[in-house]
């Protein structure tokens, strides 16, 4: 029953209490004792007497409290010296301190027996002392075996007979309870107020004491764990080896946890496993199991931590591991690792900690860790991959045909391939240019690379020397006048090697030996792509000069109004700027698959799909045509600022059957198409002009398109000399940054206008295309057909008018 429910004893326990501190308060002096005592009878001074020796034994054990608190800041010694304190002036045979973890929400105490304390826990709502604690009441049981709520096992599992219990929360001084007191068996009788009282008094005592010591130790063990986790973090950040790292991670795992083993298992994206290389305690080299599997994998999925503190009452745990390895599982924390991008890149799983289930704080230090080691693991990976990148560098250095050279920033050769070893006649002989001053090993009739070198590393520019003579064994050659100077023709190319400040690191040199085939090879490759000079050496003679019908693309461009241009700017303007514009051109021919055919004055004409078929050779045209105008307003842009007139093109696509081929004589052949399909490329470019269009395209061209691009009909047209009409599209994928939202409205009315027009409903056509007037007024097919219908409207059409304009210009 509670001690409270005694009032008399309970207020007899607080009258002593009370006589207690006017003693301390009032500082009771022996006359003013021999005054109260000359004032009672025989009986009542005997009472007196007894009750005094009573309050003296409790004021002389909150003295002893106050000694005992006072000079220590370990919780170990507080508590035992309480436990201690308590158990001699309750006249019990034991005492148990249970302090409120609030971090982890239990009951915890410290037992100290053979040199080493123990430390016990439990939820705080459970057994006696939890329900004191959670009900925030006193309890006392004078016969614990018919307490529902005692716990009989424990008393099995340890030898020992509980007979009777106090049991009080332990206050703060803002009356928040800390923890419980537990006392066990009194000598004599059962627990009465008194042991309430003076077991109030005492915890209360100690209560600022064992919050200070709790501090201390959460501060001392915070700073060891700091300094613990700032060694641990600096020995791991120095591991740049990854499997060492994971040895270490697990050892570190397994000791700041006091665990008794650990594993690392890390994502493996390519086969979508987690593996480790890792496993304390077992000898597997290697273990491997999809992602989503067992406890690891549901953490790696889930991407949260599992703590299970009985692994074999968890339907996750396979105990067939242990059957297998004959260990034992009992507790697991098992925590996902997350690097900066907060992508998991592993899981690691810790078993079986020492002394109990894994707790919160293990948690925390866990999760601390693992960031730490999420940053060491992704470096170590980091410093593989750029081992790999250089051992793959090396391998791509050594096999390439062509000699590469690398100097420092201190113009000193570092590195020579093969290649270039067998260049230079030193593939036995690497001391005599590895680690050799540039300047004294291109030296003599190569001097000239030696300052091309230094212009490279002043300037930072590339430096390509085509179709020059390098010089071979001059040393041999200048001592031995009897051996023959030997020279290599070579295509060679200095460039200059920055690190991401754009600091000078020094100079790379590639050398192709173009000698004999390679020389015809490289020379051909200055004027025709690789794939079409490829095949043109590979095809025989009688090949060269036939050829074949296929279906490609042509793309042809032309700049409007070029003659007043160049009499405006004179020859030497006009070249310089040609050379600018067809190079800006050119580029985007090239970067999109597509073959220069050739120059045509001020025009340029590409093919894509001849001679090889491309798979989508009509979109890389358009995608090049639009490309173009984009480059073009740049370089519009850019003429503009310097004062120079900008410049205006037009671009015409049409996919059909052409024949391709090499069209000459032995001596003199050009690669080109031609055909109808090639000529009506021209037109559509020419017809720009017509429509006030830049890019026009045939309905062949669309039809071959794979993707979608902003188009819309302009016309219907029959080209000169042909019977069937053509449909006419104009692209409008360069202007959506201009038009911005018109660009839909405009296509849509454009098609609307254009069906009203095609049923002579010329009226309605005209309100469309007025319509587009409004929203783009530069508009040139608009305007064209504005200028259709009022023509229309005026002098009707006959009535075998189909809606087809006759093309009759190029």
Same mark, same amino acid.
């Given at each position: 029953?509670?001690?409270?429910?005694?009032?008399?004893?309970?207020?007899?326990?607080?009258?002593?209490?009370?006589?207690?501190?006017?003693?301390?308060?009032?500082?009771?002096?022996?006359?003013?004792?021999?005054?109260?005592?000359?004032?009672?009878?025989?009986?009542?001074?005997?009472?007196?007497?007894?009750?005094?020796?009573?309050?003296?034994?409790?004021?002389?054990?909150?003295?002893?409290?106050?000694?005992?608190?006072?000079?220590?800041?370990?919780?170990?010694?507080?508590?035992?010296?309480?436990?201690?304190?308590?158990?001699?002036?309750?006249?019990?045979?034991?005492?148990?301190?249970?302090?409120?973890?609030?971090?982890?929400?239990?009951?915890?105490?410290?037992?100290?027996?053979?040199?080493?304390?123990?430390?016990?826990?439990?939820?705080?709502?459970?057994?006696?002392?939890?329900?004191?604690?959670?009900?925030?009441?006193?309890?006392?049981?004078?016969?614990?075996?018919?307490?529902?709520?005692?716990?009989?096992?424990?008393?099995?599992?340890?030898?020992?007979?509980?007979?009777?219990?106090?049991?009080?929360?332990?206050?703060?001084?803002?009356?928040?309870?800390?923890?419980?007191?537990?006392?066990?068996?009194?000598?004599?009788?059962?627990?009465?107020?008194?042991?309430?009282?003076?077991?109030?008094?005492?915890?209360?005592?100690?209560?600022?004491?064992?919050?200070?010591?709790?501090?201390?130790?959460?501060?001392?063990?915070?700073?060891?764990?700091?300094?613990?986790?700032?060694?641990?973090?600096?020995?791991?950040?120095?591991?740049?080896?990854?499997?060492?790292?994971?040895?270490?991670?697990?050892?570190?795992?397994?000791?700041?946890?006091?665990?008794?083993?650990?594993?690392?298992?890390?994502?493996?994206?390519?086969?979508?496993?987690?593996?480790?290389?890792?496993?304390?305690?077992?000898?597997?080299?290697?273990?491997?199991?999809?992602?989503?599997?067992?406890?690891?994998?549901?953490?790696?999925?889930?991407?949260?931590?599992?703590?299970?503190?009985?692994?074999?009452?968890?339907?996750?745990?396979?105990?067939?591991?242990?059957?297998?390895?004959?260990?034992?599982?009992?507790?697991?924390?098992?925590?996902?690792?997350?690097?900066?991008?907060?992508?998991?890149?592993?899981?690691?799983?810790?078993?079986?900690?020492?002394?109990?289930?894994?707790?919160?704080?293990?948690?925390?230090?866990?999760?601390?860790?693992?960031?730490?080691?999420?940053?060491?693991?992704?470096?170590?990976?980091?410093?593989?991959?750029?081992?790999?990148?250089?051992?793959?560098?090396?391998?791509?250095?050594?096999?390439?045909?062509?000699?590469?050279?690398?100097?420092?920033?201190?113009?000193?050769?570092?590195?020579?391939?093969?290649?270039?070893?067998?260049?230079?006649?030193?593939?036995?002989?690497?001391?005599?240019?590895?680690?050799?001053?540039?300047?004294?090993?291109?030296?003599?009739?190569?001097?000239?690379?030696?300052?091309?070198?230094?212009?490279?590393?002043?300037?930072?520019?590339?430096?390509?020397?085509?179709?020059?003579?390098?010089?071979?064994?001059?040393?041999?050659?200048?001592?031995?006048?009897?051996?023959?100077?030997?020279?290599?023709?070579?295509?060679?190319?200095?460039?200059?090697?920055?690190?991401?400040?754009?600091?000078?690191?020094?100079?790379?040199?590639?050398?192709?030996?173009?000698?004999?085939?390679?020389?015809?090879?490289?020379?051909?490759?200055?004027?025709?792509?690789?794939?079409?000079?490829?095949?043109?050496?590979?095809?025989?003679?009688?090949?060269?000069?036939?050829?074949?019908?296929?279906?490609?693309?042509?793309?042809?461009?032309?700049?409007?109004?070029?003659?007043?241009?160049?009499?405006?700017?004179?020859?030497?303007?006009?070249?310089?700027?040609?050379?600018?514009?067809?190079?800006?051109?050119?580029?985007?021919?090239?970067?999109?698959?597509?073959?220069?055919?050739?120059?045509?004055?001020?025009?340029?004409?590409?093919?894509?799909?001849?001679?090889?078929?491309?798979?989508?050779?009509?979109?890389?045209?358009?995608?090049?045509?639009?490309?173009?105008?984009?480059?073009?307003?740049?370089?519009?842009?850019?003429?503009?600022?310097?004062?120079?007139?900008?410049?205006?093109?037009?671009?015409?696509?049409?996919?059909?059957?052409?024949?391709?081929?090499?069209?000459?004589?032995?001596?003199?052949?050009?690669?080109?198409?031609?055909?109808?399909?090639?000529?009506?490329?021209?037109?559509?470019?020419?017809?720009?002009?017509?429509?006030?269009?830049?890019?026009?395209?045939?309905?062949?061209?669309?039809?071959?398109?794979?993707?979608?691009?902003?188009?819309?009909?302009?016309?219907?047209?029959?080209?000169?000399?042909?019977?069937?009409?053509?449909?006419?599209?104009?692209?409008?994928?360069?202007?959506?940054?201009?038009?911005?939202?018109?660009?839909?409205?405009?296509?849509?009315?454009?098609?609307?206008?254009?069906?009203?027009?095609?049923? !002579?409903?010329? /009226?309605?056509?005209?309100?469309? #295309?007025? *319509?587009?007037?409004?929203? %783009?007024?530069? @508009? &040139? $097919?608009? !305007?064209?057909? /504005?200028?259709?219908?009022?023509? #229309?409207? *005026?002098?009707?059409?006959? %009535?075998?008018? @189909? &809606? $087809?304009?006759?093309?009759?210009?190029?």
């Amino acid at each position: 029953m509670s001690d409270k429910e005694n009032p008399a004893s309970y207020q007899n326990a607080t009258d002593q209490l009370d006589i207690v501190k006017q003693i301390v308060n009032h500082r009771l002096q022996q006359s003013d004792l021999r005054r109260i005592l000359d004032a009672l009878n025989e009986q009542d001074r005997e009472d007196f007497t007894f009750k005094m020796a009573d309050i003296l034994r409790k004021t002389s054990a909150l003295l002893e409290v106050s000694k005992q608190v006072n000079d220590t800041l370990s919780l170990d010694t507080l508590l035992n010296r309480m436990v201690n304190i308590i158990s001699n002036f309750l006249d019990a045979d034991r005492c148990t301190l249970f302090l409120y973890d609030e971090q982890e929400k239990e009951l915890f105490s410290r037992v100290a027996g053979g040199g080493i304390t123990q430390e016990i826990r439990f939820p705080s709502h459970m057994g006696i002392a939890g329900a004191s604690f959670t009900n925030k009441e006193v309890i006392i049981i004078d016969d614990a075996y018919s307490d529902e709520r005692f716990n009989r096992e424990i008393d099995i599992r340890t030898g020992y007979t509980t007979k009777n219990i106090l049991c009080c929360p332990i206050k703060s001084t803002d009356q928040r309870i800390i923890g419980v007191a537990q006392v066990l068996n009194k000598f004599k009788g059962p627990f009465d107020a008194e042991d309430l009282n003076l077991l109030e008094a005492l915890t209360a005592q100690a209560a600022s004491a064992f919050i200070n010591t709790q501090l201390h130790e959460r501060i001392e063990r915070a700073k060891k764990e700091e300094s613990q986790m700032l060694e641990i973090t600096t020995a791991i950040s120095r591991e740049l080896q990854l499997e060492p790292l994971l040895q270490k991670i697990m050892g570190v795992v397994t000791e700041i946890l006091d665990a008794d083993r650990s594993t690392l298992f890390m994502y493996d994206k390519e086969t979508d496993e987690l593996w480790s290389h890792v496993a304390q305690g077992m000898s597997v080299s290697e273990i491997r199991f999809p992602a989503h599997l067992g406890i690891a994998g549901s953490v790696f999925m889930m991407g949260e931590t599992i703590n299970i503190p009985d692994a074999y009452k968890d339907s996750r745990f396979n105990p067939a591991v242990d059957k297998k390895t004959g260990y034992k599982t009992d507790t697991i924390l098992c925590m996902p690792i997350q690097n900066k991008q907060n992508e998991i890149i592993g899981v690691v799983q810790v078993l079986n900690k020492r002394g109990g289930p894994f707790r919160k704080v293990d948690e925390r230090r866990l999760a601390a860790f693992s960031s730490q080691a999420a940053i060491a693991i992704e470096n170590a990976r980091l410093f593989e991959d750029v081992l790999q990148i250089k051992n793959y560098n090396e391998s791509i250095l050594q096999s390439m045909s062509n000699g590469v050279i690398t100097l420092n920033a201190n113009n000193e050769i570092v590195t020579a391939n093969h290649a270039a070893l067998h260049l230079f006649h030193k593939e036995n002989k690497r001391d005599e240019i590895i680690g050799i001053a540039a300047r004294r090993f291109f030296s003599g009739q190569n001097t000239w690379i030696a300052e091309s070198i230094e212009n490279v590393r002043s300037t930072g520019e590339t430096d390509n020397s085509l179709d020059v003579d390098l010089w071979l064994n001059q040393q041999a050659s200048e001592g031995r006048g009897h051996q023959r100077r030997e020279k290599a023709s070579v295509n060679l190319s200095i460039q200059a090697l920055k690190d991401s400040k754009h600091q000078h690191l020094g100079c790379l040199l590639i050398l192709e030996d173009i000698t004999q085939e390679k020389r015809l090879r490289g020379t051909m490759a200055r004027y025709l792509t690789k794939e079409l000079a490829d095949q043109l050496l590979d095809e025989d003679s009688e090949a060269m000069l036939g050829g074949k019908i296929q279906r490609a693309t042509v793309l042809f461009t032309d700049i409007r109004s070029f003659t007043t241009i160049s009499e405006q700017m004179g020859a030497q303007k006009t070249v310089t700027m040609l050379n600018e514009y067809f190079s800006i051109m050119v580029d985007s021919v090239l970067e999109n698959g597509g073959i220069l055919d050739k120059y045509i004055g001020d025009a340029i004409m590409a093919v894509f799909g001849a001679p090889i078929v491309g798979e989508q050779d009509a979109d890389n045209a358009l995608i090049t045509a639009i490309s173009m105008l984009r480059s073009l307003e740049v370089f519009n842009r850019e003429r503009q600022e310097k004062g120079e007139q900008p410049v205006f093109m037009g671009v015409g696509i049409n996919t059909d059957e052409i024949l391709s081929g090499n069209i000459g004589s032995l001596k003199r052949m050009d690669y080109t198409v031609i055909g109808d399909g090639v000529n009506l490329a021209s037109r559509l470019e020419g017809a720009n002009k017509l429509y006030g269009s830049q890019i026009l395209l045939s309905e062949l061209t669309r039809r071959a398109l794979k993707h979608s691009y902003l188009l819309r009909k302009v016309d219907l047209t029959r080209v000169k000399g042909k019977k069937e009409p053509v449909a006419i599209f104009e692209a409008f994928d360069h202007l959506k940054d201009e038009l911005g939202a018109r660009t839909m409205d405009i296509i849509d009315l454009t098609n609307r206008g254009f069906i009203a027009y095609q049923s !002579r409903d010329f /009226l309605q056509a005209t309100r469309f #295309f007025r *319509e587009i007037i409004e929203l %783009r007024p530069n @508009d &040139g $097919v608009a !305007r064209l057909y /504005l200028e259709r219908c009022a023509h #229309f409207m *005026e002098s009707a059409p006959p %009535r075998d008018w @189909d &809606g $087809v304009w006759v093309m009759t210009s190029k």
